[in-house]
């Protein structure tokens, strides 16, 4: 079922979208830093499959929301290192924001976490 | 976004490389005793290559990049079955080339715009008379000038007629025609000359002596130099001054004008043109119409003009006026040749589409193999069948290459041996319309002869092996069928040209053509009549004493009399139904009758006693026997022309037989004929019957007859029997063509046919096998392939002759003597086309007889 699958990757891309530019808020970094942040921020609920990770990130870059540029990491390894963009700070803005109206409205029906009776 | 620098495959790679690295340096740095850092840091990545695939097939356009792999996959196999690429190519090229060159010919004829402004609003005013099923008659001078001042919805009319005239004076003069026209004719048509300019209006009015030059005379007589405005020309001893040069494509009215004069200022305006009646029609009459008014518009309009003029004038001889829009004037007796030609040839193409589309599949079968091992690789459907299309392609543009080339060479020899009164037939040629034409049509051919095949091949699994077989070869069958009832449309009209032709080969003519010669003399202007007839008087003494020769005479038009006059019977009232009668006139000196070879039917031929200022005497042809004195004799009875001045009255002294001088396919007219020792005419046709081969004689007659009188100018020689043969020489092209496509035709089904049964054979080997072993004979086997390919071309054909009962109704035009559903075609086509396929069977079913039951059971 081809169309089933698709909106299934299209609700996690969309997610993992929105983490990797929020990562890069704070500065450039590269594929696997971002990865192991996210899963650090996330407190471990996040796995990030690293495979899709660079498949996402390439799709960024197409999309000019992200910049790659070889550089050297922390402990002298050549890595690919990405950047936030202008136009990835507004659609991050705006994507965080949607993400936020969501939650919201998710954790207004499913109410405040319970004891169990 | 194609347009922006692809990151390449080789980046990412390195990227996911240093992404592990750095992913197995953590693993350490994370104190954890871990034996094999990089494993745990891949296994953690997931799969390498699959990313990386995603990567690759996401970062370009896949399309093309298949499209391109394809086309070298194409191009390789191509080379490696160099005999089943070329059956495909040529059998495509065949198809793409006809198809070509019969449409530049279509192009050129039909298609391309007449080279005048706006062409379009330009059309052809005649003289309707249904009474005589004569719709283009000439027009009076009177009646044109009636309907120029009256039509509104014509913007303008002219008008113009051709006149022969001798060019030069010294030594040998040269026949040309001039186009005489008024100062209006040229802004009429919007074209303007070369060089200086057209004559005015005042110049018209003056009657000024000038006139313009066409292209071709320009270069011949003054080399092209500008010289040539300002001197003078010598039209019939006449000089004019040139002052203008048309451009070379323009020939208008006539294919060979070579001068255009003002009306006004030939001799014959005077004497005969300004105050003719409105019975003397030799115009013709050309016309603009409005913008924004249609051609029904103008009909009408017209015919209620013609309705007034004659109320007005009783004596009118107009009944009608029709319009014939340029176009339909020059093109219409071409436009249902030329599409049934395109018909046929696309026929030819759609069944050369079929022969590969076959071919194809079994291509497809015998690669079963390829395409299970590519499947497992992971190819999808689609993928397959477009490769497949790819390659269908590949070869359909190789065979349109090469159909141009085919094109180009079979263009040239159209035009070679084309007759030529098609108009603009030799303007065809191979242009950016034809390409595009050729191109799209190549795609076309790859399409419908490929897609089938690669659906059907990439069609994945669904059964066993057997059932694909045979649902493959149902498939073959359909197409074999389709094939035949094709071939067998094209063959059924074929079939009817070439019978409607060897009809008219029969017919009679009426005398006997071959071994005469004619030749036409025109005798300069202002010679007395008794000097005329001298001259043609001497002309044919002296010829007919030339060794090789039998007889002389002479007529005034041989073939394609002038047109028919009115003609009043004494003591008949007018006429059986409504119209006047007509009948054909021509002058004859010398012995014509015995010359050309038609008998005397009744009373005799003309004498010496027959001369001037003896009683005026005619002989009739039996047609007008019959139509002006049914069951009597017309010896010694009187007729008289009505419309010409001071008319006397003829006594009929004799019946010949009829004569087909208005064209074989024509009806005999009525006929009258004069001496012309009674009414002397300064032109001729001079007519020579020879003992041996007459070209051998044809320079003796011209040197004789040239010797008698210099200034006369004659017309080449011509054979009487190629006179007749170019009749029906535009007949001939047409049903030559057709034939041959119907025979291509012919030989691509049998082609399909033979490699289906072959197939057949090949893949029941084994069942044949076990046959033979159980017992069956040889002619039981031969029977037993022979009966599935005769059924197969027998439904084909039954389908074909159902299409031809629908399609031949088109050709009814073109069909002489015989109907549209002539009983004969359609028992020989189908006839013809499964003893072919008949032929074709025979070899495999031979194949499959001798088939060797041990061997064929040994097989796996």
Not at chain 2, 289 to 306: F, R
């Amino acid at each position: 079922m081809p169309s089933q699958t698709d909106d299934n990757e299209r609700l996690l891309q969309g997610t993992l979208d929105l983490l990797i530019l929020q990562t890069l808020v704070l500065g450039a970094r590269h594929g696997q830093g971002i990865a192991r942040s996210i899963q650090q921020q996330s407190e471990d609920v996040f796995l990030v499959d690293h495979g899709s990770l660079y498949l996402a990130l390439q799709r960024l870059e197409e999309k000019g929301w992200v910049g790659g540029k070889w550089g050297v990491s922390e402990n002298n390894r050549k890595a690919r290192f990405y950047t936030l963009t202008a136009k990835g700070r507004s659609q991050l803005t705006q994507k965080a924001n949607q993400w936020r109206r969501v939650a919201r409205a998710i954790s207004l029906i499913v109410g405040p976490e319970k004891a169990e009776a | 976004m194609f347009w922006r620098k692809k990151r390449r495959l080789e980046d990412f790679t390195e990227e996911i490389e240093s992404h592990l690295a750095l992913e197995a340096d953590q693993v350490r740095e994370s104190g954890e005793a871990d034996p094999d850092p990089e494993a745990t840091a891949r296994r953690a990545f997931g799969n390498v290559a699959a990313v990386r695939e995603a990567f690759y097939e996401r970062s370009r356009w896949l399309f093309w990049d298949h499209l391109r792999r394809d086309l070298r996959h194409a191009l390789r196999l191509m080379q490696r079955r160099p005999g089943f690429s070329a059956v495909v190519i040529l059998t495509l090229a065949l198809g793409i080339g006809a198809n070509t060159a019969i449409f530049s010919l279509i192009d050129a004829v039909l298609l391309r715009p007449l080279p005048y402004r706006e062409p379009g609003r330009l059309a052809m005013l005649w003289t309707d008379d249904p009474a005589h099923d004569d719709h283009e008659g000439r027009v009076a001078l009177l009646n044109f000038q009636d309907w120029k001042n009256q039509s509104h919805t014509f913007q303008d009319l002219t008008l113009f007629c051709g006149q022969t005239f001798l060019l030069g004076s010294n030594g040998a003069p040269e026949r040309a025609r001039s186009a005489r026209v008024p100062a209006n004719f040229f802004p009429l048509l919007g074209v303007e000359p070369i060089l200086g300019r057209v004559f005015s209006k005042d110049e018209e009015k003056r009657g000024e002596r000038v006139l313009v030059l066409s292209y071709g005379l320009w270069q011949r007589r003054f080399g092209g130099s500008s010289q040539a405005l300002g001197s003078d020309l010598i039209m019939d001893g006449r000089s004019s001054r040139i002052i203008g040069i048309m451009p070379s494509q323009f020939q208008y009215p006539f294919a060979d004008t070579q001068v255009w004069e003002p009306i006004t200022t030939h001799p014959s305006w005077n004497a005969r043109d300004r105050l003719s009646p409105r019975s003397f029609a030799i115009w013709y009459v050309l016309g603009r119409i409005q913008p924004n008014v249609t051609w029904s518009q103008a009909k009408a309009e017209m015919s209620s003009l013609a309705r007034r003029l004659k109320a007005e004038h009783p004596d009118n001889e107009v009944p009608g006026i029709s319009v014939v829009p340029l176009h339909t004037q020059t093109t219409g007796k071409v436009q249902l040749p030329l599409a049934v030609l395109f018909g046929s040839v696309f026929l030819m193409l759609l069944i050369a589409c079929t022969n590969v589309a076959n071919l194809l599949l079994a291509r497809g079968s015998a690669r079963e193999r390829e395409f299970a091992v590519r499947r497992a690789l992971g190819a999808g459907s689609m993928r397959l069948a477009g490769q497949l299309l790819t390659e269908s392609l590949v070869l359909a543009c190789v065979g349109g290459l090469l159909g141009l080339l085919l094109a180009a060479v079979g263009l040239r020899a159209l035009i070679a041996f084309g007759p030529q009164d098609i108009p603009r037939l030799a303007e065809a040629h191979l242009d950016l319309r034809v390409l595009l034409f050729t191109l799209s049509l190549s795609l076309f051919a790859a399409i419908l002869s490929g897609l089938w095949p690669a659906l059907q091949t990439a069609k994945p699994f669904t059964g066993s092996r057997q059932w694909r077989t045979v649902a493959s070869r149902g498939v073959r069958n359909l197409l074999v069928i389709a094939e035949f009832s094709l071939a067998l449309v094209l063959l059924t009209g074929a079939g009817l040209l070439v019978h409607s032709f060897l009809l008219l080969r029969t017919v009679d003519p009426g005398f006997r053509p071959d071994h005469l010669l004619t030749m036409r003399v025109d005798l300069h202007v202002g010679k007395t009549g008794a000097q005329q007839v001298a001259y043609f008087r001497e002309a044919i003494e002296r010829v007919q004493v030339l060794p090789g020769i039998r007889s002389a005479a002479a007529i005034g038009r041989f073939l394609n009399s002038y047109g028919e006059e009115s003609v009043t019977v004494e003591g008949h009232p007018l006429t059986p139904s409504g119209g006047g009668f007509k009948a054909a006139d021509d002058v004859i000196s010398g012995p014509y009758f015995e010359t050309v070879g038609i008998p005397l039917k009744m009373g005799r031929f003309f004498s010496d006693r027959d001369r001037r200022g003896s009683p005026p005497v005619a002989i009739v042809n039996e047609k007008m026997a019959r139509t002006c004195w049914p069951n009597e004799s017309p010896i010694g009875k009187r007729f008289s022309f009505p419309d010409r001045k001071s008319a006397p009255s003829f006594t009929v002294v004799g019946v010949t037989g009829d004569m087909h001088r208005q064209g074989i396919e024509r009806q005999v007219a009525p006929q009258v004929f004069r001496p012309h020792s009674q009414s002397p005419d300064n032109e001729m046709d001079i007519l020579v019957r020879t003992t041996s081969e007459p070209l051998n004689i044809a320079a003796a007659v011209r040197g004789e007859i040239q010797s008698i009188d210099k200034t006369v100018a004659k017309f080449g020689v011509a054979m009487v029997e190629r006179q007749l043969g170019e009749q029906t020489a535009e007949r001939r092209f047409h049903m030559s063509l057709i034939a041959l496509f119907s025979l291509i035709a012919l030989l691509l089904s049998a082609i399909g046919i033979y490699g289906l049964m072959h197939y057949f054979v090949v893949q029941r080997a084994q069942e044949i096998g076990v046959r033979m072993a159980l017992g069956a004979r040889y002619g039981n086997v031969l029977l037993l392939v022979l009966r599935q390919g005769l059924a197969l071309a027998g439904i084909g054909a039954l389908v074909g002759t159902v299409g031809a009962f629908g399609l031949t109704q088109m050709l009814s035009s073109l069909l002489y003597g015989i109907t549209p559903t002539d009983p004969i075609t359609f028992a020989l086509a189908p006839t013809i086309l499964i003893g072919v396929a008949a032929l074709a069977c025979w070899l495999p079913a031979r194949r499959a007889a001798r088939i060797d039951p041990v061997l064929a059971l040994r097989q796996d």
